[in-house]
């Protein structure tokens, strides 16, 4: 599934995959190339394509190098709030407060790039970007989604809107594709973890 979703790019890193047993419904880009796909969401994926757009995403930030960009950010960030704010009676929250709000908009940015980049990779990889915005609607479903005020707190834009993007950007016609694992490798990708 990686190598078919990374074929058409040069990765800065070499593309190392990990699947990790835990409930929670995850997956995430490490510094380095380090992709990490929790089992919980293998478990509530229904399709390989659903865990295909998950992927893509996830390999969108390696890409674009976001996991080193965001810990570097958030370190001066928090050294130059410090220095500007100084240290007085309720400083520790506005420092927090200040580096959610900055860091939730980065986070924002880097996670739409990551998207936008999933759905050019699952195009090139002749994959339908309709398993991802299924599986932005699971977890809308499941945990809710940030609107209003608090979607300047939350660090993903809203999954809603994620959805509808990702079914904007489909281009293989419905049912046309070739599927990205075979019934018995989806089953032993299920079953990686137990």
Not at 22 to 49: R, T, Y
Not at 83 to 96: E, K, N, Q, S, T
Not at 176 to 188: G, R
Request: some cysteine.
């Amino acid at each position: 599934m990686g190598e078919r979703l990374s074929a058409h790019i040069e990765l800065p890193y070499p593309l190392k995959l990990k699947v990790i047993r835990h409930p929670m419904v995850n997956a995430f880009a490490a510094p380095g190339g380090h992709v990490v796909v929790v089992s919980g969401l293998l478990d509530k994926a229904d399709s390989p394509e659903e865990v295909a757009g998950v992927l893509a995403h996830e390999i969108g930030h390696v890409y674009n190098r976001d996991p080193l960009r965001i810990t570097l950010r958030t370190a001066g960030s928090a050294g130059i709030l410090s220095m500007i704010l100084g240290d007085f009676a309720g400083g520790a929250l506005v420092l927090l407060v200040s580096q959610q709000l900055m860091q939730a908009s980065f986070s924002r940015e880097a996670e739409a790039g990551a998207d936008v980049f999933a759905f050019e990779a699952l195009r090139e990889a002749g994959l339908p970007t309709e398993g991802i915005a299924r599986f932005f609607e699971k977890l809308r479903d499941q945990y809710g989604d940030s609107e209003g005020a608090m979607e300047y707190l939350a660090s993903h834009p809203n999954l809603a809107s994620r959805a509808i993007a990702a079914r904007e950007a489909e281009s293989q016609a419905k049912g046309e594709f070739e599927p990205v694992l075979t019934e018995a490798e989806w089953d032993a990708l299920k079953a990686i973890c137990k």
